[in-house]
T-cell receptor
């Protein structure tokens, strides 16, 4: 069965400093991994996805993530935080039952605070 | 292209009542999934529909049901509401050719 573990429930950074949100995955298949962001009282927005084409994935708003199979990790990074990045971030894996499905399995989320 | 729309955005119901939530996917998308988000349980998968057929179902009681219409619009119904059903219900749609899912703004259900 697939699962993801987000290692930090809260991360606080200063504006202009790097962001690192950590995620480990578990999957017996080559996983499809995603990062989604949720701003307060809003739906989820797709930041980026990994589907085995390239291990370094670039997303929107300057975010990127690196897939490391040896470490079963898919950490999200951004070189310089902006106040507007304050939100909750979810690491997500698509379920794989051997059949067609779009079922997503979510991590518990990391709340990112950006201090001025 | 218009995004995923969900109606209503907010809903207050009392215990024992039933509720129907609606989701209109992005034009051309045939897959619709539903998720429940609560502070205690996080985001949990409810069910998934593709071309009017339920393709997958999460671990929720039978009080939770859904359907999809020929125009890909989907509804979910919760009968005999319980306080624990208070949550944000999110709908997502995707096309047949992509694994990217696009979420609507959600329906905030409060059960009193």
């Amino acid at each position: 069965a697939q699962s993801v573990t987000q290692l930090d429930s809260h991360v606080s950074v200063s504006e202009g400093t790097p962001v690192l949100l950590r995620c480990n995955y578990s999957s017996s298949y080559s996983p499809s991994l995603f990062w989604y962001v949720q701003h307060p009282n809003k739906g989820l927005q797709l930041l980026l996805k990994y589907t085995s084409a390239a291990t370094l994935v670039k997303g929107i708003n300057g975010f990127e993530a690196e897939f490391k199979k040896s470490e079963t990790s898919f950490h999200l990074t951004k070189p310089s935080a902006h106040m507007s990045d304050a939100a909750e971030y979810f690491c997500v894996v698509r379920a794989n039952y051997g059949g067609a499905t779009n079922k997503l399995i979510f991590g518990t989320g990391t709340l990112l605070a950006v201090q001025p | 292209k218009a995004g995923v729309t969900q109606t209503p955005r907010y809903l207050i119901k009392t215990r024992g009542q039933q509720v129907t939530l609606s989701c209109s996917p992005i034009s051309g998308h045939r897959s619709v999934s539903w998720y429940q988000q609560t502070p205690g349980q996080g985001l949990q998968f409810l069910f998934e529909y593709f071309s009017e057929t339920q393709r997958n179902k999460g671990n929720f009681p039978g009080r939770f049901s859904g359907r999809q219409f020929s125009n890909s619009r989907s509804e979910m119904n919760v009968s005999t509401l319980e306080l624990g059903d208070s949550a944000l219900y999110l709908c997502a749609s995707s096309s047949h050719f992509s694994d990217e899912q696009y979420f609507g703004p959600g329906t905030r259900l409060t059960v009193t």
